[in-house]
Each structure stands twice: as structure tokens, then as C-alpha cells.
Nanobody
Framework: QVQLVESGGGLVQAGGSLRLSCAAS???????????MAWFRQAPGKEREFVTS????????RYADSVKGRFTISRDNAKNTVYLQMNSLKPEDTAVYYC???????????????WGQGTQVTVSS
């Protein structure tokens, strides 16, 4: 059984910061550093959208244009954990944030094999 467990969501004022974490576990998951990791988000009434991804050892990144310069993805393979540092938050960042694991570096959500349950981020104006 594979688990991706997100944490760190909450309510924050516009301009504030949050740091999300996603811890991976499970006997069938294998080695964490064999996966590319990503964050997606889904706002009410909207499709799930790509936010950012990171390569297996953290040397490459992709960001959606909407979060470039504000969000930073990182990972700690020793802890089987991926992080999302979110700064200068805006009300339009309000969504459920999901971490996901893939065998490829991609922004296509269909390529992601494992998903977390999501954590709510709410940004008030």
C-alpha cells in the first residue's frame, strides 16, 4: 500500500506564506528517489492543475507561470518527503493542494501514478 500524505495547509492572509509537506511511504512504493514528484491544485469548480514538479534528485524543476517566483519545490530523499514553499500568496491560490508521484518529469496529471489526499489552502483577501 502506497501513501502520500500532505500536511501544512491552512488559512493565511494575502501576502503570507505557507509550507506544505508530502511524506511518502508504503512497501510497494519502492525507492523515493526513483520518482519525479509534483504538486497540483484544484479550486472549487475547476480542473486539477499543475503547479510544480521536481526531478528525482532535485536538480530540475518546472513551475506553472502563475506561481513562478513565488513558490519553490524541494525534496529530501532521505526523508521521503517533498515540500512546497509558498510565498506572496494570493486569494487565487486558494485550492486543495495535492502531491503526486510519476516516473516522468511531466506536467500531465495523467502521467502521475500515486496521489495524496490533498490539503486545503485558503488565502483571504
Amino acid at each position: 500500500q502506497v501513501q502520500l500524505v500532505e500536511s501544512g495547509g491552512g488559512l493565511v492572509q494575502a501576502g503570507g506564506s505557507l509550507r506544505l509537506s508530502c511524506a511518502a511511504s508504503g512497501r510497494t512504493f519502492g525507492t523515493f528517489d526513483t520518482y519525479y514528484m509534483a504538486w497540483f491544485r484544484q479550486a472549487p469548480g475547476k480542473e486539477r492543475e499543475f503547479v510544480t514538479s521536481i526531478s528525482r534528485f532535485g536538480g530540475s524543476f518546472r513551475y506553472a507561470d502563475s506561481v513562478k517566483g513565488r513558490f519553490t519545490i524541494s525534496r529530501d530523499n532521505a526523508k521521503n518527503t517533498v515540500y512546497l514553499q509558498m510565498n506572496s500568496l494570493k486569494p487565487e491560490d486558494t485550492a486543495v493542494y495535492y502531491c503526486a508521484a510519476s516516473r516522468r518529469m511531466t506536467s500531465d496529471r495523467n502521467e502521475y501514478i500515486y496521489w495524496g489526499q490533498g490539503t486545503q489552502v485558503t488565502v483571504s483577501s
